[in-house]
């Protein structure tokens, strides 16, 4: 898992996405809040068809992510949890 995820992390940022969306996201029905320099991603992370919300922040470098479980034109977040690899938390570099 933690191999396949970091393939996906590396076709992602080759692809360059860009996270485009202008509105508020929501998570629990509230604004979503994951700190300064927040870096979104939207893609299908679990595979169910629908895209996720991949989030980096700054507080540690850590990504969490938001599985939709809503649809891709509403997308709902309802939950979180962060990356991990087999040793601790998934981070990039911060600062
Ligand atoms: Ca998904």
Same mark, same amino acid.
């Given at each position: 898992?933690? +191999? #396949?995820?970091?393939? %996906?992390? &590396?076709?992602? +940022?080759?692809?360059?996405?860009?996270? &485009?969306? #202008? $509105?508020?996201? %929501?998570? #629990?029905?509230?604004?979503?809040?994951?700190? @300064?320099?927040?870096?979104?991603?939207?893609?299908?992370?679990? $595979?169910?068809?629908?895209?996720?919300?991949?989030?980096? #922040?700054?507080?540690? $470098?850590?990504?969490?992510?938001?599985?939709?479980?809503?649809?891709?034109? &509403?997308?709902?977040?309802?939950?979180?949890?962060?990356?991990?690899?087999?040793? $601790?938390? +998934? @981070?990039?570099?911060?600062?």
């Amino acid at each position: 898992m933690f +191999l #396949q995820s970091l393939s %996906l992390i &590396t076709a992602l +940022l080759l692809q360059m996405v860009e996270f &485009t969306y #202008q $509105g508020t996201v %929501l998570y #629990q029905g509230q604004k979503l809040d994951v700190g @300064s320099y927040a870096a979104p991603l939207m893609v299908d992370w679990d $595979g169910d068809g629908l895209q996720d919300l991949l989030a980096g #922040q700054y507080d540690e $470098g850590r990504i969490r992510f938001f599985p939709n479980s809503g649809t891709n034109e &509403t997308p709902v977040f309802n939950e979180f949890q962060y990356l991990m690899d087999g040793t $601790g938390y +998934l @981070s990039v570099p911060n600062g």
